[in-house]
């Protein structure tokens, strides 16, 4: 690349443009809205935000690179409320309260169209968990986003990866495989091989919305957890597969599990458009799922679902927390399954 290409890449877009253009699309009133705590928004060199005594504050942010993270071509709206709910559902498995968040934009031209559309796509999102925009910086180059968002949690009531103790039960939210037979559906690529496929031509009306709504409308289970947390032991989202995931709780929590196969739960779209063994693939190892992998000690699993039904969320105890290291998978009877070693190995060296 000569000097010219580089340094037009990482020119930022001219001051009163840019000024503008935040004006427009960021330091709106529907994105921006003022809230109890955050002393000074968008405007200014930084944003100022109060942090109560008996909180602390959860941060977390996450970076998507266009056409590898989203289509470039999907629907603006669609892709931003995709970039903050996959970064809300971060503050979800910490248990913590959506407080605000930032935006770092990386646009190859000033469409205004677009940003219109990309700005609205964040209000949904923004409104109903009270987490304004306070801040964020805009550049010009390939199309990427990145967002940080801001949570509150009580102190020392946050959930970490590290506390599952042997004896626990392992839950999960929601279904789990939606996230990677959306990009089937949607005709994305999948990391899952070409043996991942779906068992129809064309998915039927309602399994397409649904396949959609999975992968650019994650629900983060923000409410679920705010309410539940103070009984896990232990919690992450799934972002890259319950196999991957699961086992960083198990390696933070120095612990094994077990993970009974009959148990993973699915949505109706998946029982409709996927075989059994590429369902199990989706869940295991496919990710983008956003749902919550949890523990539970054994003495708070009614108090638990009871939440959860209040709520109207699904959650499955899929399995347990055992001495060792590991995952074991188990058929209906208890018994050990053994996948297949080399799918196992080659899905899990990417997960
Ligand atoms: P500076 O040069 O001091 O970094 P900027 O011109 O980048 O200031 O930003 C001006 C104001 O606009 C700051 O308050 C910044 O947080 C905000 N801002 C810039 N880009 C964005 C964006 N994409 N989303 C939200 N706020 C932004
Ligand atoms: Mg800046």
């Known amino acids: 690349m000569n000097q010219a290409v580089v340094s037009d890449v990482m020119r930022k877009p001219s001051s009163h443009s840019e000024f503008e253009l935040i004006h427009r699309f960021f330091a709106s009133p529907n994105l921006s809205f003022p809230r109890e705590g955050i002393e000074l928004g968008i405007g200014d060199d930084a944003a100022l935000v109060d942090v109560p005594?008996?909180?602390?504050?959860?941060?977390?942010?996450?970076?998507?690179?266009?056409?590898?993270?989203?289509?470039?071509?999907?629907?603006?709206?669609?892709?931003?409320?995709?970039?903050?709910?996959?970064?809300?559902?971060?503050?979800?498995?910490?248990?913590?309260?959506?407080?605000?968040?930032?935006?770092?934009?990386?646009?190859?031209?000033?469409?205004?169209?677009?940003?219109?559309?990309?700005?609205?796509?964040?209000?949904?999102?923004?409104?109903?968990?009270?987490?304004?925009?306070?801040?964020?910086?805009?550049?010009?180059?390939?199309?990427?986003?990145?967002?940080?968002?801001?949570?509150?949690?009580?102190?020392?009531?946050?959930?970490?990866?590290?506390?599952?103790?042997?004896?626990?039960?392992?839950?999960?939210?929601?279904?789990?495989?939606?996230?990677?037979?959306?990009?089937?559906?949607?005709?994305?690529?999948?990391?899952?091989?070409?043996?991942?496929?779906?068992?129809?031509?064309?998915?039927?009306?309602?399994?397409?919305?649904?396949?959609?709504?999975?992968?650019?409308?994650?629900?983060?289970?923000?409410?679920?957890?705010?309410?539940?947390?103070?009984?896990?032991?232990?919690?992450?989202?799934?972002?890259d597969g319950l196999q991957g995931d699961l086992q960083h709780i198990l390696d933070e929590s120095e612990v094994a599990g077990n993970i009974r196969l009959g148990d993973i739960p699915y949505s109706k779209s998946a029982m409709c458009c996927v075989n059994p063994e590429n369902r199990l693939l989706a869940a295991l190892f496919g990710g983008d799922d956003y749902e919550l992998c949890f523990t539970v000690a054994e003495k708070d699993c009614v108090e638990l679902e009871s939440i959860a039904d209040q709520l109207g969320i699904r959650v499955t105890c899929v399995g347990g927390i055992t001495a060792g290291e590991g995952i074991e998978y188990l058929d209906a009877d208890g018994s050990p399954v053994g996948l297949n070693p080399q799918a196992f190995q080659h899905f899990s060296a990417q997960a």
């Open 53 to 239: 005594s008996n909180k602390h504050l959860a941060m977390s942010m996450d970076v998507l690179i266009s056409d590898i993270h989203f289509p470039a071509e999907a629907d603006p709206s669609l892709i931003a409320n995709r970039a903050l709910a996959v970064n809300l559902s971060d503050l979800a498995a910490m248990g913590a309260e959506p407080y605000c968040f930032t935006l770092g934009l990386v646009l190859p031209q000033n469409d205004e169209a677009w940003l219109a559309d990309f700005s609205g796509g964040l209000e949904h999102l923004a409104k109903k968990y009270n987490c304004p925009l306070v801040g964020g910086d805009t550049s010009r180059g390939p199309l990427s986003i990145s967002i940080q968002v801001q949570g509150l949690v009580d102190r020392d009531r946050a959930a970490r990866r590290s506390g599952a103790k042997e004896g626990d039960r392992i839950y999960v939210s929601g279904t789990l495989g939606d996230g990677a037979i959306a990009l089937l559906a949607l005709g994305l690529d999948s990391h899952l091989g070409s043996e991942f496929s779906l068992t129809v031509n064309e998915p039927n009306a309602a399994c397409l919305q649904f396949f959609e709504d999975a992968y650019f409308k994650p629900q983060p289970q923000i409410e679920f957890a705010s309410n539940a947390a103070k009984l896990f032991s232990s919690c992450i989202d799934i972002s």
